[in-house]
């Protein structure tokens, strides 16, 4: 795999992939959270932080080939898929920020403008 655009590819394909399990594990949790399985959620948080982890070091590689031109139809599909699934993420994040709080915690005050838009 010695060209750059090959390198690219198995790169953002393997980000694609950590992207997809974050989002599987982020649901898991959040099911977890509801049902009040804390213990359980905890452990899926660390499997959440291996991922992460992962990531993080796919997106450090895939910057020190930034300075290639290289581009084509399937690494602009992946990384739209990558912002699909790093949206869903977020979504799943909001959904269950709120299930993270104990019951000795205040509520979290959402201002007008930001309970409106997650409407």
Do not use: F, Y
């Not at 795999?1 to 950590?18: F, K, S």
């Not at 959040?30 to 993080?56: D, P, W």
């Not at 699934?85 to 959402?110: I, Y």
């Amino acid at each position: 795999m010695t060209d750059p655009a090959d390198r690219l590819r198995w790169i953002l394909e393997q980000e694609v992939a950590l992207h997809r399990e974050l989002v599987r594990l982020a649901h898991l949790r959040h099911l977890l959270l509801s049902q009040e399985k804390c213990a359980q959620a905890a452990e899926v948080a660390a499997a959440e932080a291996a991922c992460i982890a992962a990531v993080r070091d796919l997106e450090r590689s895939r910057s020190r080939l930034s300075g290639c031109a290289v581009g084509g139809a399937e690494m602009s599909r992946l990384r739209r898929k990558i912002g699909i699934l790093v949206r869903r993420l977020a979504a799943l994040e909001r959904a269950s920020g709120s299930a993270w709080l104990t019951p000795a915690d205040p509520p979290v005050a959402w201002p007008a403008d930001q309970a409106a838009s997650l409407n």
